[in-house]
Structures are given as C-alpha cells and as structure tokens.
C-alpha cells in the first residue's frame, strides 16, 4: 500500500474532504439553528391577528 501508483491515497483524500465538508455544513447549521433560536421572535406572541408560525 505504500506503491505510488495505488490510488487509495486519492479515495483517502476525497474521502476525507467529503467528511469535513459535511461536517463543515453541519456544524455550520446546528450552529445558525442556535442562534435562531437563541434571538427573540421577530413577532408578538400576544398578537391575536399576527398571522404567523406558533
């Protein structure tokens, strides 16, 4: 496996971007979800025509 024409380094390479830029995204989401949801509403709850999400 050490023989420079085997491509398992390439695989091993694009394997491992993949890998990091999922959990790149992921992290990225969780942390924008968190912050969402951390921030107060944009809209009053005591509102009775505020049509919004409850």
Known sequence: MIDASSRDDDYFFLAAF???????FLA????????????????DFKNDDCIGVI
């Not at 990225?28 to 809209?43: D, I, K, R």
């Open 18 to 24: 993949l890998a990091g830029f999922f959990a790149a």
């Open 28 to 43: 990225g989401f969780f942390a924008a979800f968190f912050v969402a949801m951390s921030t107060p509403p944009p809209f």
